[in-house]
């Protein structure tokens, strides 16, 4: 049996050495063959140096490093797509997924579950973040077409059948979460307490957070779509009625009051209508846009590892393109 981890990291050298000492902890004095897949998204720190003295101590360490920032999603897919581990487990590197619980979840997958995810039950956030999340949380339950469990993040096991399915899925706008529900099979859960971050300040901003959550929304649901299609109903025959109003006061000769008024509410509120309709009908039009250019998801520059037989790096400059995500 071997477990690939798949970690990507971005601008986070203070992270790594504790990052290093907790998985060596819990692999230390196991029976187990593994793989610490690191994924540099485009880090700008000291991050490359730090993993690199990870990888001498530990030939299990392999450094992936993309060409530029590519986003959270696609390195989570550069890591699936170099695994070679019979299950994968994804995590993130600020220590707010604990990797002591991989244990619990390996048992899980030897006892015959193909996707194990790790559900918190409790977040750390508070303030303006945390009201974000529990408004995007229940804003997704009411928008998603079928049930995703999006409590437990990207921090999950598979199977490496299960890693096979969510390869051959070409989209470029990536919801990993979503994606992994949607492929199926056997799923149970672990719980957890979720930490803060072990050192230094969160790297997802709040528009990358918006941005993920846009992708979660419009990646998996119709409907605002159908939303705006009856909005659009009701206010329409809301607007015949007011004239049939209207045209019942003239006939009885009741005069109306002139007036601006009711013309400029009812523009500026049908606009208003037009232009948030036109808005989500161009979130779906521009996913579409990026799947039709076909650009890759990632690029990958190098591959940084130490044969266990050898005391120096093992450096792979990836010179050709890549097929990046494929079964």
Known sequence: MKLSLIIPVFNEESCI??????????????????????????????????IKEWIMTDPHVILLELSRNFGHQAAITAGLKE??????VIMDADLQDPPELIPEMLKKWQEGSQVVL???????????????????????????????????GVFSLIDRRVVHHLLSL????????????WVGFSTTNVHYE??????????QSLRRLLRYGFDAIFSFSYKPLRFSFFFGLIISASCFLYALVLITLRILGINVVPGFTTTAVAIFFLGGVILISNGIIG??????????KNRPLFIISRKIS??????????????????????
Do not use: M
């Not at 695994?83 to 994968?88: E, K, L, P, Y």
């Not at 998603?144 to 437990?152: A, N, R």
């Not at 070409?170 to 529900?181: A, D, M, T, V, W």
């Open 83 to 88: 695994s070679q581990g019979d299950c994968v």
């Open 17 to 50: 050495p504790l990052l290093r000492e907790r998985i060596g902890q819990v692999f230390h004095h196991k029976e187990w063959d593994y793989e610490v897949i690191l994924i540099n998204d485009g880090s700008t720190d000291q991050t490359t140096e730090k």
């Open 194 to 203: 979720r930490q803060p971050r072990a050192v230094g300040e969160p790297k």
């Open 306 to 327: 130490r044969p266990s037989n050898n005391t120096r790096f093992s450096i792979e400059e990836y010179t050709t393109p890549q097929r990046n995500h494929e079964s």
């Open 170 to 181: 070409r989209e470029k706008n990536r919801f990993i979460p979503g994606l992994r529900s």
């Open 118 to 152: 790790a559900e918190r039950s409790s977040r750390s956030e508070v303030g303006l973040k945390r009201f974000l999340f529990i408004f995007f949380y229940r804003a997704f339950d009411l928008l998603s077409d079928f049930p995703i469990k999006i409590s437990s």
């Open 283 to 292: 979130e779906y039009l521009g996913r579409v846009y990026d799947e039709v």
